[in-house]
């Protein structure tokens, strides 16, 4: 079973354990293991809309500037709210929309004023509409990748909240690496059944504060 304070060290030795490969002489088996781990970060990033990888991101519009810089570790956005008002303090809520139903009532960027809506422009940026006619400030809550574990960065959201699906789904991606089909389906399985518990108690939890927020 993985250490009970998974971190990126320990977790390179779990994976070893368990393939029964990997050492000093074992050379290519070696260098792979931490491209599995990030590789498998980055899929669950994908695949996890948990409240551990949901995040505010703030900053500010830039003036007749339509388009929006996405943060360089965002997977997908939830909502967007800015601030107007003398002090900037009433917030508006951007609606999301297509890029085609916002270019037929925007044709182009001329129009100036209060943002309305945003869409994805491309994998870096969103699009508003209007132009910001201000440098409104704005804060995005959006699911982010968390920092990847290696050497210098031992822990992370993963090793301490969901070591084993890290775990399993790793072993699942080096069986694969190493062609040993029989036992991908193995640690598949595993995988699965940590991931829809997860799942299931991140729902619960969304539950539990609507609950509150009804209640109070």
Same mark, same amino acid.
């Given at each position: 079973?993985?250490?009970?304070?998974? &971190?990126? /060290?320990?977790? #390179?030795?779990?994976?070893?354990?368990? !393939?029964?490969?990997?050492? &000093?002489? /074992?050379?290519? #088996?070696?260098?792979?293991?931490?491209? !599995?781990?990030?590789?498998?970060?980055?899929?669950?990033?994908?695949?996890?809309?948990?409240?551990?990888?949901?995040?505010?991101?703030?900053?500010?519009?830039?003036?007749?500037v339509p388009v929006i810089a996405k943060p360089a570790n965002w997977r997908s956005t939830v909502s967007i709210n800015y601030g107007t008002g003398t002090d900037q303090s009433t917030r508006r809520t951007l609606r999301a929309r297509a890029y085609e139903y916002i270019r037929a009532i925007y044709p182009n960027d001329l129009s100036v004023g209060y943002p309305e809506f945003y869409c994805d422009y491309n994998l870096d940026n969103w699009l508003v509409q209007p132009t910001p006619a201000d440098n409104y400030p704005f804060e995005a809550m959006c699911y982010l990748l968390p920092p990847l574990l290696d050497t210098s960065n031992q822990e992370n959201y993963l090793t301490r909240y969901?070591?084993?699906?890290?775990?399993?789904?790793?072993?699942?991606?080096?069986?694969?690496?190493?062609?040993?089909?029989?036992?991908?389906?193995?640690?598949?399985?595993?995988?699965?059944?940590?991931?829809?518990?997860?799942?299931?108690e991140d729902l619960r939890r969304m539950v539990d504060r609507a609950q509150v927020r009804d209640t109070n």
């Open positions: 079973m993985p250490a009970a304070a998974m &971190t990126f /060290d320990s977790l #390179v030795t779990d994976v070893k354990d368990y !393939i029964e490969r990997g050492s &000093t002489a /074992d050379e290519t #088996v070696l260098r792979q293991i931490p491209r !599995i781990i990030n590789n498998t970060e980055r899929l669950l990033a994908d695949r996890l809309k948990i409240t551990g990888y949901l995040a505010p991101v703030t900053s500010a519009m830039q003036t007749s969901a070591p084993f699906l890290l775990l399993y789904s790793c072993l699942k991606g080096m069986e694969a690496f190493l062609r040993n089909d029989p036992r991908i389906a193995v640690w598949e399985a595993l995988a699965e059944q940590n991931f829809e518990a997860i799942n299931a």
